[in-house]
Every structure is written in C-alpha cells, then in structure tokens.
C-alpha cells in the first residue's frame, strides 16, 4: 500500500528548473537543473560490447543490442555515495563469443547486485514492459481467435526503434552542447516535438552520461522528423524597451527572459509533462522507488514510455522516455481497448464505432491478424 | 541620383573590405568548435576571390593590416597567380608588399608559401623574381638548406635560380659522396654516421637523426638546448618534464597569446603549484606588447567568454580562451582601473577552464554597473543562457539608457563563422572585430570604429595606405 502512494501519476519536474535551450539545426536541447542535490543516490554507466544481449526475464527472454546499463547507487541514511572509481567494480552476466557476433546473457532486467546497489538496462526495462503489455493474450477463450492466441498470448511481440546515431545532427548536437554548471538532464526535441526526457541524480552523473545520450535508442518519427527538417522554428524573447530605465530594469528584464523561455520551453513540453501515466513498481528501496510507465493511451497525440526514480518526497532522481512512434501506439491502443473488454470483439468493436469486420481490418493492419480465427479474418476480407 | 548610387557603391565597398579583413584577422582554415575545417576553407576562400576580383589594390594593402600570417599566405599566392590584372601604376606596390609580407614571416612560412607556388603550377617572372630576391636576402642560407632542405630545393628548382657556394652542390648532388667546407653541411653529413654531430644541427633535423642514432630523449633533449628556438622549447617543456630534465626558458619572452595557451595546458595542479611565476611572466609578456604597440585607457571593463565553446577545437586547441586569458593580461597592465568579468566567475584567472553554459548577459550587466569607460568582450557571439540575452542589453544600452555613447563597448571575436562569412556578432549597434592573437588588441581598438560603420570608405582607404607605409618603412 505504502509503495502504491509512490506510483508516478504525473512528471511534474519536480526540483528541476528548465534553462534556455541550446539549439543545433533540428535539434533543440533544453537543461534540466537541479537546485539541491543530494549525492545519497548515484547512477553509473556499465558498457557492454555485445552486439546482442539476452536478458531473462522469467517467463520470457527479451533480445535488444544493449550497449550500457545503469547501476545505481544508494545509501539510506541520507549519507552521500561513494564517486565512480571509488567502488568495485562487478562484472555482470555470461558472454557467449561467437563468429557473426557475441552475446550477452543477463538475469533481470533489474538485478540487486549488492547491499546498495541496482543494475538496470535503461530504456529496455520500459520498453520490455511495453512489450509484456497485455501479453497474455484472451482470458476468456472466444470464438473469434486462433489457437496459437489461445494457448500462447501474443507470442513473440517485437518492435524496432532507431539508434541516437541515426538521428541527422544528433552526434553533433551533443558534442557542442554546453553543459550547465548543476545540469541534471535534458529534454531533447528534434524539430520541436519531443524526442526524449532524460534527468540523472547529481550533475557529476550527468557530465558522465551526457554523451549516452547517443547511443540511446529514439522513436521512428524523431528519425523522420531529422531527415525533414534542417532548422527549429524561428523563437525570440525579448526586453520590453517602454520598461527599461535604469540597469536594474535591464537586469530584470534578463531574469523575465530566462523566466519566459523557462515557461514556454515547459508548455512545448507538455505532451509528456501533465499527462495522466500509467506506472508499475519495478523496485523499492527504503526511499527511491524505481517505476516504469506509459502515458495515457491517447491515439491523436505523443505517446511515451519510460522510467523514472522518484525520491519518498515525490522528487525526481531519474527519468528516461522513448517517444512512441504512431504505430507503436495504435498497436498497444487496440490491445489495451481490447483488454478492457475482456477481449470481446463485438463489445470492442461498438465502443470504438466500428463494425466488427472493421476492427478486424484495423487488427490485420498493424500486424495482430495472426491473433484471429482464419475464418473472421476471412469473413473481414471479403466484405 | 547619380550621387546617390555612388555614395552606395562606396557603402557597399567598405562593408565587404571590412567584413573581409574581419575575417582574415580570425579564420585560418582549421577546425572551429562549431565548424568544420573545409566548410571554413571553402568559406574564406569565396572571401579572398571576390576580393580579389572587385578591390585589387585595397585586397593587396590588406596585407599591411595586421591580418594573420594564414591570410597574409593566401593572398601572396592569389597576388601571384593573377599578376596579369595588376595595373601598371600598382605593380610596384604590389611587389614591395609580397617582399615585405615574406620578409617578415618567420622562415618555417615564408618556405612554405613559396613551396606552393609549385603546387599550386604557379610560374612567372615576377614570382620568379620574389623567390630569388627572398633568397637573397636570406643571411644564412646554408642554414635554412639545411633545415628547410626539401623546400629550399623545390623552390630553387622551380623558379631556375643559381646557386651559389656549396649550397647548390649540397641540393642537388648527391651530398653523401663529398665533404664540405661550410661547417652545418659537413655536421648533417657527419651527424649521419656519429651520435655527437647530431647536437650541431638545428634541433627538427637532429631530432629525426637523435631517433636513428637511438639516442635516450633525455639525453637528446639536454644537450640540443642550445639549437633550440624558443617556440620548440615552450612546446617540449612537457616531453622535457617526462624524460625529468629541465629546458631554461623565460617565459616571460614568450608571445602572448603562446604563453597563455601554454599556461592552459598546464593541469590544475601545476597551475595553482607555478602560480606565482605564471602571472608574471603573463605580466611581462604583456608589458612587452604595450611597449611596442602602446596603449592607456582609463577604466576598463573586460567581459571574458569561459563557457565550453572556448574550448576551440582539436586543431586550434583552446584557443578562444588563451585569447580571453591574453586579452585579460594586456588590459590588466594597460589600463588603470580594471576588472574582468567571465562569464562563469572565476577567483584566479589562471586557473580558469573552457566549461558550462554561454551566459554573457550578467557579466555584461555587471561591467556596466561597475561604471567602465571602455568594456571589452571577448567572446565567440554564441550565447544560450539566455539566447540574445547580451544582445538585447546592448541594444537597449545604446538606445535608450546610453544613446551618447559614454561607454565605448566592443567585441572581439576570435572565431570565424563560416555560414555567412563574417564573425557572429552580438549586436548591430555593436563593433565586431577579429582577434586571433591578443597581442593585436591595440590594433584592433583603432580598426573598430570601421567595423562601426560610421567612417567612409574614403577614411578606411587612408588608414590601410598609412598602414602601408608604416609596413613598408618598418622592414
């Protein structure tokens, strides 16, 4: 019940300021900054050079090329953690050499690997819970699906992203980017849609996963919207000249810039701050609790998934996100709809006003077909 | 009408002549922070050609304007390439600049710059006449054959000349097989066949035999001292510190802009260790610059860029700050009331560090408050904290709370922006110049009020023929 209360309703940036943004053609970085910051919580960068990784996860395994993981560090009594370089070092998982390329086998996507210490594979641990999404399949065995639904769920779920490498500007974007004194994390947007939230506990972690940023892996229509546009909308803040009289007024005038770029850099922002989410606990500690969620399942707008840390005070020590590429959504908006209709294709149908053959159609479209009976799939096509 | 039009072409005129200068003070066709090299290359030469093209004469006085030695490269070349459109009236002046400009490079540039009149299949009687005229005047040429030997000997074969004494027979016959009179030749033959003659030749040629002879670096070092310029003992004072030997060198001799790149290579540690000694040589280097180019202002204001960007590229390593740290030391002797404001502060100025956010706004505003009469940025005009923060301040600074201009402000931007040709500048209302040596601030404060865009073009015309004669005397 205690844990239930830590449950991420909404990002609020809660203990961060927004800064100005920086901006490289496309891509505009926004600064995250953290006004007290704490060192009782410490999140270190752990490379892996497999070209595959395969994680178990239980009842399932989940494979990805994975090239870092996160380990997190925490003490709880407030006391600040040891830096990077003065702890030991372990060596997690089995590798697997190979002649095409090595593996990686790992336990959990989340392991305790010590006392105070967590691993975790950032960006995967959400999108492994995007994937498990209603994974089950049909809980009531209905006429309309196939077998293989019936006795395996959804089966083997899959879907594709594209490398931080891939994106148009990106690399460079991150080199000349100037990081603040009591940085924390950014909000990345490629052509002003938001491409991705990224907030580490203290700036010493930030300086050192800065550049991780690149080899994280971002939705489809950031990687479009890179090939598209070459330059972000045209944004200027001014002074008000009827107000200034004196250097003071100047130097108030500089604040209300700062103050109006802050607020404005918040509203574009707003497709994943201020949206209602739905978070599952992944781990607790006596007073970090590490979440993944999924935003509000709005069909017309961004989608995102992601991960965050939130401190027993409803700050926020960690957050990472993906930015769901529109099929991405329709897809687990169709399951999540069917789920909540206990998998009835009528009753699913009628409440998203379609008939049934349409449902099917739009199922059959993004690549569930292989969930329905031959003979509905049929019945659909012939109509 | 007609007036009109020609008051504009004189506009026009002197906006390309300025923006032109302004870039060939800061670009030198490397790597920037935000630039790559061959977009800074493409960029400046588009420059030097359209200059070339409309503006002849006024393109080879530029060579007279304190422009860097790049620059100064590139238009030697350009001047020679296309000596057919010289008028007659100006060929005279043309050719006593090239001569002066070589004259006073340093060895190492002017070989190079004739080297790439073969490259470049430039061949004719007046290059020709340069080469050999170069030649001439050089004092001790057995010496620059032996240590320029390639170079020498493609130049000589390129523009006919004839040699005389040993230095042709040296060249271009085969050197092994005879032994020499002239003393430097006779060490090169020898120092292939004995450790100990390496230590007479000059150290770059040495250094290649120290490495055949498998003399240890320490050794080598200690004993090639004397050979040394005192740029190649700046640059090896750390290889000199690995191998445990010490190389004597005054620092406080050295160029400015050198010493303050030296001091920010330097780690932290040696920096705070040396601090005492750092700042004075800093201190005296800059008195050496003021007593050549002297300068006194009153009360002065330096607004210094610290933030990452100055951290300049791989090729031009630090550069951006070693210029802010320069610019720091200069106005710090030459004015007498001075304070400087980096944009993230600073206590010591030597142990500043190229890192964070570009926030030029708040110094700025804090220079003003200060109440200097003259304030100084030194800066790469990108600002992000806020964006336009410093630009919008000085825009309503001369507008509406300072439009008597009591405090004069200028920018010094030691980065070219190859995207538009120019340097960034911060605001319209605003000088921009560029600075790529700190050294050439006095300079640059006299050449300002044509960045301006108040004085004529007939005024800009003047001050670049006095510059001439004051190049062409001083030589």
Redesign the interface.
């Known amino acids: 019940m205690a844990q239930k209360r830590h449950l991420l309703t909404d990002i609020a940036l809660k203990g961060l300021a927004i800064a100005p943004s920086q901006v490289y053609g496309a891509i505009r970085i926004v600064p995250l900054l953290r006004s007290q910051v704490r060192g009782d919580l410490r999140l270190f960068k752990r490379s892996y050079q497999q070209d595959l990784t395969m994680v178990d996860v239980g009842d399932a395994n989940y494979l990805a090329y994975v090239p870092h993981g996160l380990v997190m560090s925490w003490s709880n009594n407030g006391e600040p953690v040891a830096a990077y370089g003065g702890q030991f070092q372990k060596r997690d998982g089995k590798t697997l050499p190979g002649n095409c390329g090595s593996v990686k086998l790992l336990h959990r996507m989340v392991k305790r690997e010590q006392k105070n210490e967590l691993r975790f594979l950032p960006l995967h641990l959400a999108m492994e819970g995007f994937l498990s999404l209603f994974f089950k399949g049909p809980s009531i065995a209905w006429q309309d699906y196939s077998r293989y639904a019936k006795s395996h769920g959804l089966g083997s779920r899959w879907e594709w992203s594209v490398s931080g490498r891939a994106i148009a500007g990106l690399e460079d974007a991150i080199r000349i980017f100037e990081i603040h004194e009591g940085q924390v994390g950014v909000l990345l947007f490629v052509a002003e849609t938001l491409a991705s939230a990224f907030v580490v506990p203290t700036p010493e972690d930030y300086r050192a996963l800065h550049r991780s940023l690149l080899e994280d892996f971002y939705g489809e229509l950031i990687y479009q919207y890179a090939c598209i546009y070459d330059g972000p909308l045209s944004m200027t803040c001014s002074i008000n000249p009827h107000s200034v009289k004196t250097l003071a007024d100047l130097r108030q005038g500089v604040m209300q810039m700062r103050a109006d770029w802050a607020e404005f850099q918040g509203f574009m922002s707003e497709s994943l701050l201020g949206r209602r989410l739905n978070s599952q606990m992944v781990y607790a500690t006596h007073s970090f609790y590490l979440q993944r969620f999924i935003t509000d399942l709005d069909p017309h707008a961004q989608n995102y998934i992601g991960e965050a840390i939130v401190r027993e005070n409803g700050e926020l020590e960690y957050l990472k996100t993906y930015c769901l590429s529109a099929s991405q959504t329709k897809r687990v908006y169709l399951l999540s709809q069917l789920s909540a209709h206990n998998w009835n294709l009528a009753a699913t149908a009628t409440a998203l006003h379609n008939t049934k053959e349409e449902l099917v159609k739009r199922l059959e479209k993004v690549g569930f077909g292989y969930l329905l009976n031959p003979q509905v799939r049929e019945q659909a096509l012939k109509r | 009408m007609l007036h009109s039009a020609a008051s504009r072409l004189a506009q026009l005129a002197r906006e390309d002549l300025v923006m032109f200068i302004n870039a060939c003070l800061a670009c030198t066709g490397q790597h920037e922070?935000?630039d790559d090299a061959y977009g800074q290359r493409v960029s400046i030469d588009f420059l030097h050609d359209y200059i070339l093209g409309n503006y002849r004469l006024l393109y080879a006085r530029s060579l007279a304007a304190g422009i860097n030695q790049f620059n100064q490269a590139q238009i030697i070349l350009k001047l020679l390439a296309t000596g057919r459109h010289t008028l007659p009236a100006h060929r005279q002046e043309e050719g006593a600049l090239i001569a002066a400009t070589l004259r006073k490079f340093p060895p190492q540039r002017a070989w190079k710059v004739l080297a790439q009149l073969r490259q470049q299949g430039i061949n004719n009687r007046r290059s020709r006449a340069i080469a050999r005229d170069y030649f001439a005047q050089r004092q001790d040429l057995s010496f620059d054959a032996v240590k320029y030997r390639r170079k020498v000997k493609t130049i000589a074969k390129h523009a006919h000349l004839n040699l005389t004494g040993e230095v042709g027979p040296f060249l271009f016959h085969n050197w092994k097989q005879r032994t020499y009179e002239t003393k430097l030749f006779e060490a090169f033959r020898q120092a292939h066949y004995s450790a100990d003659a390496v230590y007479a030749l000059p150290f770059t040629i040495a250094e290649g035999l120290a490495q055949k002879h498998q003399i240890p670096r320490g050794v080598f070092l200690e004993n090639i001292q004397s050979r040394m310029t005192s740029g190649e003992k700046l640059r090896l004072q750390g290889s000199a510190e690995r191998s445990q030997i010490s190389i004597d060198l005054e620092l406080g001799h050295m160029p400015l802009t050198k010493l303050a790149l030296y001091i920010l290579s330097l780690p932290l540690q040696s920096r705070k260790a040396r601090r005492a000694e750092l700042e004075q040589a800093l201190q005296k280097s800059a008195r050496q610059v003021l007593y050549k180019a002297p300068l006194k202002l009153d009360r002065v204001a330096a607004v210094l860029d610290c933030?990452?960007?100055a951290s300049g590229s791989y090729e031009k390593h630090m550069r951006p700050l070693g210029v802010a740290l320069g610019a720091h030391a200069l106005l710090q002797v030459a004015a007498q009331d001075y304070r400087a404001f980096w944009t993230?502060p600073v206590e010591d100025p030597l142990l500043v560090q190229a890192?964070?956010?570009?926030d030029l706004?708040?110094p700025l505003?804090d220079a003003?408050?200060w109440g200097a009469n003259l304030i100084v940025i030194v800066s790469d005009g990108c600002e992000?904290?806020?964006?336009?923060?410093a630009a919008?301040?000085l825009q309503?600074?001369r507008?509406?709370?300072d439009p008597q201009r009591r405090v004069s402000i200028i920018h010094c931007n030691p980065v070219f922006n190859s995207e538009d040709f120019s340097l960034r500048p911060l605001c319209p209302l605003i000088p921009t110049v560029g600075l790529r040596e700190a050294e050439d601030l006095p300079t640059m404060l006299g050449f300002a009020r044509f960045a301006e865009g108040n004085a004529p073009l007939a005024e800009l015309e003047d001050y670049l023929a006095a510059r001439v004669q004051q190049f062409l005397g001083s030589v």
Do not use: M
């Open positions: 922070f935000y933030s990452y960007s993230i890192r964070g956010q570009t706004a708040t505003l003003l408050d992000n904290d806020p964006p336009q923060g919008q301040v309503l600074c507008e509406t709370l």
